[in-house]
């Protein structure tokens, strides 16, 4: 892209961005970052990397990849593919709502299976990423704002069950679900703050993720480049989604924090959250309570630079 159509090779974004290019090689360029971005991301069938990171990983490698380096991929998608290719993100996009459809379901299914309960929180990472790609792919303000929410959403909520789920380890050496149980009642802060966060994944409203998701869905309803039948199912297709994150979310909790089998145990002398990790839990937790009541905290932000960039795929 750089060396393209100029004396000097430069990669200049002001320069890129007004660079047109003849259509065969938009597309290749186009799905050249698009496969980049798809294993960063990820976007399926190219997320496998993600859960088994996650489930051996340790947490702080975890808060790092759920909270900020997916996010990347998505950046890359919104700055670079949508920005610097916008004819080939207009043929794609349809692909890109469909394959994040899918991603939603398939993700949210495969997660109620797993019996580490990181790689269940990963899964989620997967299924919370199908949001983002739809945001991307309906070329709409609303949706493009709602993927830059839910980029920041899951950001803090992604990362901090991470942090969760690694303290959790480290107090009780165990990672299966089937081994856990009974354990809130030892540990009644801990199990308030990972229920809270629970809750913060599931989309409760008044938390930062159901903003999130409510602007992708309505930016999905609103986008002019669907038909009214495609986009009616997907939408469902992501309501279904929607349904199938409590479920697995919840009954993670169940396995964990309810029941007796750890309540009987002899020498149980697990520690509960103590100051610090109190102090770093709440402080994350009132961005994603403030963002969920007031969004345009983060959109005010977003929203100019949103309009700019859809200026090139509906000029006025």
């Known amino acids: 892209m750089g060396l393209y159509g100029s004396n000097e090779p430069g990669l200049d974004l002001e320069r890129l961005i007004n660079q047109s290019y003849p259509a065969t090689l938009e597309i290749l360029l186009y799905f050249g970052f698009l496969i980049a971005y798809a294993v960063k991301l990820p976007i399926i069938p190219l997320h496998t990397w993600l859960p088994d990171t ?12 759920a909270g900020i380096l997916l996010k990347m991929g998505a950046y890359g998608l919104i700055r ?65 704002n709602g ?51 629970s809750m913060a994944s599931l989309a409760l409203p008044g938390m930062s993720g159901f903003v999130a998701e409510l602007l992708v869905f309505f930016g999905l309803i609103t986008s002019p480049k669907f038909l009214l039948m495609p986009k009616t199912l997907i939408t469902f297709v992501m309501a279904i989604g929607m349904i199938l994150t409590p479920i697995y979310l919840l009954s ?27 102090f770093l839990l709440i402080c994350i937790f009132l ?12 959109l005010s932000l977003s929203v100019d630079r949103v309009e700019a960039l859809l200026s090139n795929y509906y000029p006025k």
């Not at 949001?131 to 493009?144: A, C, M, R, V, Y």
């Not at 145990?265 to 109190?278: H, I, K, Q, T, Y």
Request: some cysteine; glycine content about 10%.
């Open 147 to 197: 993927a830059i929410l839910q980029i920041l959403s899951h950001g803090f909520i992604g990362a901090t069950l991470f942090f969760l789920a690694g303290t959790a380890c480290d107090r009780m050496r165990l990672v299966y679900l089937e081994e856990l149980g009974g354990i809130s009642i030892l540990i009644p802060k801990f199990f308030t703050m990972f229920s809270s966060f």
């Open 252 to 278: 993670m909790l169940r396995q964990m924090f309810y029941g007796y089998k750890l309540f009987n145990v002899p020498n149980a002398n697990f520690m509960d959250s103590g100051p610090r990790e109190l």
């Open 54 to 65: 996650h489930g051996e990983a340790h947490y702080s490698t975890c808060m790092l990849l």
């Open 80 to 144: 670079i593919n949508m920005e610097l290719l916008p004819h080939a993100h207009y043929l794609f996009s349809p692909w890109l709502v469909i394959i994040g459809a899918i991603q939603i379901i398939y993700a949210a299914s495969t997660s109620l299976g797993q019996r580490n309960f990181k790689k269940r929180i990963a899964y989620s990472s997967v299924s919370h990423m199908g949001f983002i790609i739809i945001g991307i792919g309906s070329i709409t303000n609303i949706g493009l």
């Open 287 to 298: 961005p994603v309570i403030g963002i969920g009541i007031y969004p345009d905290f983060v």
